[in-house]
């Protein structure tokens, strides 16, 4: 069995590899996303509904920057889209202590836009790189790489912010984060020659393509309202555990046990399910998200909390990974870092939507929160199930192998010139 799994990994490029031990180092130091809300309602002094909006304006930069990187990056390439945007994250996010909450207002939207950026130019390099057969595994190959550092970084973000102030791990992410910066000029240098996309066909636009593939549209639309409920998660979730008396150390250690759990199954998940139906296991992946969610309404106590996260990292194996492939699968050549932009954006939706929503419902009706999130995350779910049950339409380009976009990598692992990968921050992709 195990050698097996290996097998269905070959196909991966070196270079892929190497920037997984990039990602792994970056995210170990990249957990003020989680601690954000938090640190707004406890040193910022600031009410949930308050946090919330701040929260959900400063996520408007990180869905512009997925919803606009993967053209920076096919435009520009994507190493000097990756080395610009994460100096540019990790200056703002030493700031962001330092400056008045009216100012946050500004910073934070720029930060989330270099963060954003960075992961559209992420997926769409992923999905240029890897060659169909093993494109699961490569996109499980980079959240395993992100969830590994992710593990040890969430309780070590609860320890500094205990022992000494959440402004410290802003700090240290923001260090973190210009230290990835210089690791990726160094150790990721450009060589190659790169090659030019094809152009698209006479009006082959971006709505034209999606017309011609409802599922995708379906697929869309459900990972907008999924996220709104997943996010939840970084938002009125820990405020949650703080009102029935949890420390700020039990919501660390439950998402170490997410980290964890994704960490030993999501590599084993993708290479056992890489030849089921993708809509499948992404409904199946976004319907236990929201029953997780909907344990939730059964207590408040540790083992309840415990079963919740399991659960939803359940789920998250399940949809988050063949949800970027699939939409890589049914792109066309010319449009490739497109349609990635479009997941990527609607895939963070909750950034922005999640904290203002969920904190005025908690706020106003918190026993109404949980079942609202449950009947939702479910609904999306049946309706990619659904989606699935249609019959795909022929005629997507095929992709060749090891002639691809500017700015992707050769089946070899080169990269071409001015290019490298760029890192996923944490689980949160």
């Known amino acids: 069995m195990g050698g097996d799994m290996l097998e269905t990994f ?12 990039g990602i792994f180092f970056n995210a170990v130091v990249a957990f003020t996303f989680i601690y954000l809300f938090v640190y707004l309602t406890d040193e910022r002094g600031l009410s949930v509904p308050q946090a919330g909006v701040l929260s959900g304006i400063g996520g408007i930069g990180l869905v ?6 993967g053209g920076f990056g096919d435009r520009f390439g994507h190493r000097r889209a990756l080395l610009c945007a994460a100096v540019l994250s990790g200056t703002t996010l030493v700031l ?3 400056i008045p909450v009216v100012a946050l207002y500004g910073l934070l ?14 997926s769409a390099l992923i999905a240029v790189t890897v060659p169909d057969a093993v ?5 499980a190959v980079m959240r395993a790489a992100g969830n590994a550092g992710f593990t040890v970084g969430a309780p070590l973000g609860a320890l500094v912010a205990g022992s000494f102030s959440y402004t410290t791990i802003f700090v240290m992410d923001g260090v973190g984060t210009l230290l990835f910066a210089l690791y990726a000029a160094r150790v990721l240098p450009a060589r190659g020659r790169a090659r030019k996309a094809a152009p698209a066909p006479a009006g082959h636009g971006v709505w034209r393509e999606l017309r011609a593939r409802p599922a995708v549209v379906v697929l869309l639309v459900a990972s907008f309202f999924a996220d709104i409920v997943y996010r939840q998660l970084f938002s009125t979730f820990p405020v949650f555990l703080g009102d029935h008396g949890h420390a700020t150390q039990v919501y660390g250690w439950l998402f170490a046990v997410n980290g964890g759990v994704i960490l030993l199954l999501e590599l084993p998940a993708a290479a056992v399910l890489r030849k089921r139906a993708p ?10 998200v929201g029953l997780g969610y909907g344990l939730l309404m059964l207590g408040s106590g ?3 909390a415990a079963a919740m996260m399991l659960l939803l990292t359940f789920g998250e194996i399940l949809y988050k990974t063949p949800a970027n492939a699939y939409v890589a699968d049914q792109a066309p050549a010319h449009a490739q870092g497109t349609f990635q932009s479009l997941y990527a954006g609607v895939s963070v939706s909750g950034v922005v939507l999640a904290p203002p929503l969920g904190g005025a419902l908690y706020e106003a009706a918190p026993g ?5 999130c449950t009947g939702v995350a479910v609904l999306a779910g049946a309706a990619v199930v659904v989606a699935g049950r249609t019959r795909p339409r022929a005629g997507k380009p095929a992709s060749v192998e090891g002639v691809l976009p500017e700015g992707g990598i050769s089946a070899g692992g080169t990269l071409p010139e001015g290019e490298t990968g760029s890192p996923v921050r944490g689980a949160a992709g």
């Open 10 to 21: 070959k196909g991966i490029p070196r270079a892929v590899w190497m920037l997984a031990l």
């Open 64 to 69: 512009a920057g997925n919803f606009t990187g």
């Open 96 to 98: 962001l202590p330092l």
């Open 109 to 122: 939207p720029l930060c989330n836009y270099a963060q954003g950026a960075v992961r559209a130019c992420n």
């Open 135 to 139: 494109r699961r595994q490569g996109f």
């Open 279 to 288: 809509l499948m296991i992404v409904g199946v992946g976004l319907m236990l």
């Open 302 to 304: 540790i083992a309840v």
């Open 368 to 372: 109404l929160l949980w079942p609202l």
